[in-house]
Nanobody, 122 residues
Framework: QVQLVESGGGSVQTGGSLRLSCLAS????????LAWFRQAPGKEREGVAH???????YYTDSVKGRFTISQDNAKNTVYLQMNSLKPEDTAMYYC????????????????WGQGTQVTVSS
């Protein structure tokens, strides 16, 4: 029912940067969890970055110090700033949301975008 639309993917060289955007069809303020996942061919989907309703964030170890998740609630948009990109970051990136009000509970990602491709060449 709720639509998430990703944009901003593309092809860059190693060391380059991209900013992914996820536009939601409803408000994002106070959402329990908003996140970016990625999936490379032949690999399992993994959570990359999460932001919670209290503003705290969590990143998988492989992207710490390079990626930043943020949101602009006035635009109902979640961003993923990706710097110092590596070939290993090549994947389809998906936006996901748990729109329940923040309650310091676990995340239940039931809303997903259709993905945006990120390709990093060496």
């Amino acid at each position: 029912q709720v639509q998430l639309v990703e944009s901003g993917g593309g092809s860059v060289q190693t060391g380059g940067s991209l900013r992914l955007s996820c536009l939601a069809s409803r408000y994002t303020y106070n959402s329990n969890c908003l996140a970016w996942f990625r999936q490379a061919p032949g690999k399992e989907r993994e959570g990359v970055a999460h932001v919670f309703g209290d503003g705290k964030t969590y990143y998988t170890d492989s992207v710490k110090g390079r990626f930043t998740i943020s949101q602009d609630n006035a635009k109902n948009t979640v961003y993923l700033q990706m710097n110092s990109l590596k070939p290993e970051d090549t994947a389809m990136y998906y936006c996901a949301a748990d729109f329940r009000p923040f309650s310091n509970s676990g995340c239940q990602y039931k809303n997903w975008g259709q993905g945006t491709q990120v390709t990093v060449s060496s």
